[in-house]
């Protein structure tokens, strides 16, 4: 038994799938600060009586002055470019993970809390704090490291548990939200539909009384009860199964796939957008993407050559 669960939570894997992890999730991050800098700044600026503090910052009575927070984010794209490109990632690795924690952990202080945050955070302290920079980095070229995909020399368990962990941080909210389903009062009821079917009418209610933006297609939707009942039962499945992802790589991708298809559900029918989801990049570790990626790779160098030649 022990033996069965040492093998299972250290299985190996080649240090060029979570490199590519890195690099989806160091890209995806950079995508999602960048635009969003403008607004942070400005509520960072806000009164301090709008200041109420989650996370690291739950001890503080105060929010930092602008010019702090200014340093921190400046610090987190800086760390974010490192992670990156895997340079001094030893170092750069944890800052940046860390920084981020703080960053997001300060904007939710101001406002409501994004949860949708949360995996992101925790995949990038994970994989910072991990060798995630042993291919396709910075750090990789100025060793000379040169991957061997072919003959599986890079697979090791040093990366597949780091992967493993990443899958298993990833699974579990939809497990959790599963559990919380069933467990509140409808019970075994939500799974008819019609309370999802109800959920979304007031959601898509409240958007246009508030003046925000809603889906049209629950209009034509809403008297449609039994499509609602298969909403429901996919949801299920996802959010259930999600635990049966971790023990073999093709339930892991079609598990992956059918969660990134309930989020884009989720986005036509509520028009609520999960980002890090959608994108796929949190799903990244789900995939062996270094053979895409050594395909393309291999590619290219042979296009050099013909062009040297």
Not at 27 to 36: A, D
Not at 217 to 227: D, H, Q, T, V
Request: with cysteine; hydrophobic share 55%.
């Amino acid at each position: 038994m022990k033996k069965r669960l040492l093998n299972f939570w250290f299985d190996t894997a080649p240090a060029e799938r979570l490199a590519a992890f890195r690099i989806g999730l160091g890209l995806f991050s950079l995508g999602y600060i960048l635009p969003r800098i403008g607004m942070y700044r400005q509520i960072a600026r806000q009164g301090a009586d709008l200041f109420e503090p989650v996370g690291v910052f739950g001890g503080f009575s105060t929010p930092m002055n602008a010019g702090m927070f200014d340093a921190l984010l400046f610090l987190t794209l800086a760390a974010n470019i490192a992670f990156l490109l895997g340079w001094h990632f030893r170092q750069t690795g944890p800052a940046f993970g860390v920084f981020l924690l703080a960053l997001l952990c300060y904007r939710n202080s101001w406002s409501m809390i994004f949860h949708n945050d949360n995996v992101l955070v925790w995949h990038a302290l994970v994989v910072g704090f991990t060798p995630a920079a042993d291919a396709y980095s910075l750090d990789a070229h100025r060793r000379g490291r040169v991957g061997s995909l072919l003959l599986g020399s890079s697979a090791r368990w040093q990366y597949g548990w780091t992967l493993k962990l990443l899958m298993a941080i990833a699974t579990t909210p939809y497990l959790l939200s599963g559990i919380a389903k069933l467990a509140g009062p409808a019970g075994l009821d939500w799974m008819t539909g019609e309370i999802m079917r109800d959920q979304v009418a007031t959601d898509t209610l409240r958007k246009i009384v508030l003046g925000t933006s809603s889906s049209d297609m629950i209009f034509g939707l809403y008297n449609l009860p039994w499509l609602f009942s298969g909403f429901a039962l996919m949801t299920m499945i996802v959010e259930l199964g999600a635990p049966f992802a971790l023990i073999k790589p093709k339930i892991a991708m079609t598990w992956a796939v059918m969660a990134i298809l309930m989020h884009i559900g989720i986005l036509l029918v509520m028009n609520i957008t999960f980002r890090y989801q959608l994108t796929g990049a949190m799903f990244a570790c789900f995939f062996p993407l270094e053979y895409p990626i050594g395909f393309l790779s291999n590619l290219f160098k042979r296009r050099g050559k013909q062009l040297v030649s």
